[in-house]
């Protein structure tokens, strides 16, 4: 089935007793009653199917969990408190039985790196970097290294680098690493790490997938392999999403295609007429035909569709002329986050790559005249316009 119709679909219409509802109601209730305690145990031993605790599973969560194994050809899938949280499970799940050493992109969201050097270095994972997108120099990492986990994200944040996921799928799978895929900015619409050789696909639901600026969330999509030890870590550190959050995001993940289609679109319009705007100095776009990983989106990525992310460093500015620049926005929304209906940006130096040093984000390559834009669903000529107005104005 197209993932338009699965996510139309998948998950939803399961028979309560006397009705099936048309879509997944809100599951409240913490724990769940049944007729004897013989039943009751059998639950609690996996013998029958059944709910008994809602840390455990929940008919909400389950329903979410159902429909993003089908966007993602996962066989197995945790909801989570939010896309930390669905990292953190990630990569535990990835860890078990294997090496405690870590090989991570060196370009990714701030918190992940947060994630690997404050919390996975400090119990005793030996965290490497290096750069996913030069193959040659990620083998020697991970032949030096022996990592038991790869980390990488689908389109990195916020330089929009792609990495052949299926050849690093193929490096982990000969070092016998698993490899984890934040596929939060390509979303299931443009990339499938499982059908890549990817171990785990991890989203944080709160951006394209829930999509409306409401629901902080995220979910690990697995194979058949790691989905108990997936399952008994969800249970036992219990960072899993309430059936509310749960309701939001299917009910997002319902126009999440259609959204995607339009917000790749309109960053398209957005990106080429940032290029030729003179105050700008650099975009950096996945759908530009000189962007260095092009080959790679071209063969990963459908036809037209690049992602909606759209980076760019405006000419001879510092701190003071982004604040400027930003301040002047009317429409666009000055925020943290990204993939919602309405185009927001956010100044990566102050909020996702802030926890960094400034000697880290020169590394990184993320400069002072960087900003990031994620494109919404407005009418294109709106977003140009307010660009337009604060770049003359700031
Ligand atoms: C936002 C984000 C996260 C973290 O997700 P939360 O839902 O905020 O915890 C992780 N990775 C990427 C690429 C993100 O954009």
Redesign the pocket.
Known sequence: MNIHTKAVHSGDRKRAGTHVPVTTPIHTATSYFYESMEQLDRVFGDAEKGYCYARYDNPSAAALEELMCALESGDAALACA???AA?HTAILSALTDRRRSIVAANAM?G??VGLLMNVFEPSGVSVRFADVCDLASLRAVVAEAQPGCIVM?SIS?PLLRVAEIDSVAAIANQAGAALVV?N??ATPLLARPLELGAHFSVH?V??YLAGHGDV???VVVTLRQHADSLRALGRTIGGVLGPFECYLTMRGIKTFPLRMERQCANACHVASWLAAHPRVERVYFTGDPRHPDQATIRRLFPPNLYGAMVSFEIRDAGREEVFRFMDALRMIVRAT??GDVHTMMLYPVMSSHRELSPKHRQRMGIRDNLVRLSVGIEAPEDILADLEQALALG
Request: glycine residues 16%; proline residues 0%; charged residues 15%.
């Open positions: 939010s896309g930390m990292l969201y918190t992940t994200e944040n934040d939060t900015f944080s709160t951006k902080l969330g995220g986050s990204l």
